[in-house]
């Protein structure tokens, strides 16, 4: 289990030294990619769900 120090440096919190600046840098870039899938699968859904609405307003689209 990952034990808070002192220091509030996230370098300190997780102990990240030199050999794991690789591993680092791939979590990043794969939290990164992870962000960028759900905000596009937010603006996907908020776009069907607009998409819905406008066509139940007129009666195309019953609920």
Request: hydrophobic share 45%.
């Amino acid at each position: 289990m990952w034990q808070r120090e002192s220091h509030d440096s996230i370098t300190n919190y997780l102990k990240i030294d030199d050999a794991d600046a690789g591993t680092t840098a791939s979590i990043l870039g794969l939290s990164q990619k992870a962000i960028r899938a759900i905000k596009q699968n937010l603006v996907f859904s908020l776009g069907v769900l607009g998409i819905a609405v406008g066509l139940t307003v007129p009666g195309i689209l019953t609920p």
